[in-house]
């Protein structure tokens, strides 16, 4: 895997994290045989209430199992730079009965037995420049409402990743042996979002979704890992 950091600037310098994997990453394999197990177990509806094509839901689970590794792959990582040495953020089981109480990432405190839990959003973006997707066009994604689930329950902290490409290329790219590159893009507190979010329901039929945006008013990922870490002191 590569990690490098992707300068965005416009109006507000915000610092991203380019991740990439490999096929020979064993987090790659990990990623492939976890989004096949999920398959038959999550929830075929999306977030308006329609039903999801089988394809589809194998998209976003890798992508989903994908950005979970590297976000906690980063958050470790960033941690151990700061001495941070008994904070360790780890994946939970998937639970179906959890529905909206499933946690992507926990962090946890091994000094004090206490922990935050981070929710990971994952996008996909193709068409538009590093400039308009984060200054424009995409939103930091927290917490939503829909008629399929009426309020999900709300994380400590938020996580955006965007794929750079179009969603539907994805099985072409695990069929070639492609690399994959993401962008840790943003992150957010419930209380960020709370305070400085809105209400959008990002062209998604009757859904509700808390946003900052655009996705640069948010904080960096770098920021995003400090935050955390002041939580769990």
Known sequence: MQINNLSIRKNTPHDVVKYTFSTSDPEYQEALNKAKQLANKVNPHAPDGTIRKPEKIFAVNFAGCLAEI?????????????????????????????DDQQIDIMVANSIKQISSTVEVRSSFSYAQSDINVYNQYFSLVGYYSSPNKPMETPKDFYVTV????????????????????????????????????????????????????????????????????????
């Open 162 to 233: 965007i794929f750079r490409f179009d969603e539907s290329y994805m099985p072409e790219k695990i069929k070639n042996g492609e690399n994959i590159t993401l962008h840790i893009a943003a992150g957010a507190s419930k209380d960020l979002l709370i305070a400085d979010g809105e209400w959008d329901n990002l062209q998604n039929g009757t859904a509700q979704y808390r946003v900052i945006k655009p996705i640069i008013n948010a904080w960096s990922v770098n920021k995003l890992c400090d935050k955390i870490i002041d939580h769990l002191k």
């Open 70 to 98: 590297a976000c906690i792959n980063y958050f470790n990582g960033y941690f151990r730079q700061k001495n941070a040495f008994h904070l360790r953020a780890h994946s939970t089981n998937f639970n179906p009965i959890l």
